[in-house]
């Protein structure tokens, strides 16, 4: 009953830049933590950018200052803006959320987005 949709990725050129999206969309009272995670072939999943519902950002130090997660609690869309990308950021990108159901428990249950191809060149 709820589903995370990701757009926006795609081929870029190294030095090039892409813009992620994710929409949460479904039985929603409100989402906590927010993120994208990346898995490169013969790699495990590994996060990338994570955003609370406070607007507390961390990222993995290979991206700092290339990167911006953002989001938009209005819209239920979390966003990665990549930029000066390289080589290494080829992989497939999957965002996360943290959903709570109700008001009635504070309990959150985990969606993961279908992941998006994003591939640069050299």
């Known amino acids: 009953q709820v589903q995370l949709v990701e757009s926006g990725g795609g081929l870029a050129q190294a030095g090039g830049s892409l813009r992620l999206s994710c929409a949460a969309s479904?039985?929603?009272?409100?989402?906590?933590?927010m993120g994208w995670y990346r898995q490169a072939p013969g790699k495990q999943r590994d996060l990338v950018a994570s955003i609370t519902s406070g607007g507390r950002i961390n990222y993995v130090d290979s991206v700092k200052g290339r990167f911006t997660i953002s989001r938009d609690n209005a819209k239920n869309t979390v966003y990665l803006q990549m930029n000066s990308l390289k080589p290494e950021d080829t992989a497939v990108y999957y965002c996360?959320?943290?959903?709570?159901?109700?008001?009635?428990?504070?309990?959150?249950?985990?969606?993961w987005g279908q992941g998006t191809q994003v591939t640069v060149s050299s």
């Open positions: 996360k959320a943290d959903i709570q159901y109700t008001s009635l428990y504070t309990r959150t249950y985990q969606y």
């Open positions: 479904g039985s929603i009272f409100s989402i906590n933590d």
